[in-house]
């Protein structure tokens, strides 16, 4: 266990460790699905869209539904649609929609009775103020992709919450569930991690691409965490 009483902030991935990522693309896709006459599973169109982002990502800065825009046109692609077929925003359109875990709201509702929370986000300022909505618990920190003008794993992502912060970094401990965006760039900046393991009962990555990354901490889900904070306070 960590002992939560060195850190005054937890900052937080969101989609995948708070929003139910994989649902919300899955129901997000699946009337492009439904129009094509190939078949993919699951398993599939997730491995698929972590391939596309990762590309779309790892290149010169484009906005967050810009990138949505290029997954939803491979996809489509892949699948055997024409362009013509189906509206390429509706992905974008789709993420603020998307709902959290079920234990999110509860746990970060805890979490902010004992430290300030913030935001490290791969997206829009816009994308993720319909999110904010659904996440009904205030954040003491935002840092969007379009903020720092860089896609996470860059350490600079990071950086930029930091410079924004004003905590030192010994006095933060960042919880996401991909170790290949958030917990390998964490470590390599000296910043404590707890992998919240959402996938703990599932085979392979998901939407996310592959990483061997090593957390500080592994929890299978954000209750989990929020008990353990609680523990460490008493």
Not at 45 to 70: C, H, I, K, N, P
Not at 117 to 140: E, K, Q, W
Request: hydrophobic share 40%; glycine share 4%; with cysteine.
């Amino acid at each position: 266990m960590l002992d939560f009483r060195q850190f005054d902030v937890i900052t937080f991935d969101c989609y995948g460790t708070l929003i139910d990522w994989e649902t919300g693309l899955l129901n997000a896709l699946r009337p492009l699905r439904a129009m094509s006459s190939r078949t993919l599973s699951d398993h599939e169109v997730l491995e698929a869209y972590a391939a596309m982002e990762t590309a779309l990502e790892s290149g010169e800065y484009m906005s967050y539904r810009d990138v949505l825009r290029g997954v939803a046109e491979g996809m489509a692609r892949r699948l055997g649609v024409r362009a013509d077929q189906f509206d390429a925003d509706s992905l974008a359109n789709s993420l603020p929609s998307w709902p959290p875990f079920p234990d999110t709201i509860d746990s970060l509702r805890r979490l902010k009775e004992h430290k300030k929370l913030a935001i490290i986000s791969n997206t829009d300022d816009d994308l993720f103020a319909g999110t904010s909505r659904v996440l009904a618990v205030p954040f003491d920190w935002v840092t969007t992709a379009q903020q720092a003008r860089s896609y996470k794993p860059s350490r600079n992502n990071f950086e930029t919450a930091m410079a924004k912060m004003k905590v030192p970094k010994e006095r933060i401990v960042h919880a996401a569930q991909s170790r290949f965006h958030d917990i390998a760039p964490a470590r390599a900046l000296g910043i404590a991690c707890v992998w919240v393991n959402r996938r703990h009962d599932q085979d392979g990555e998901g939407a996310t691409a592959p990483s061997n990354a090593k957390p500080d901490l592994e929890v299978p889900d954000l209750k989990t965490l929020a008990d353990q904070v609680e523990a460490s306070a008493r």
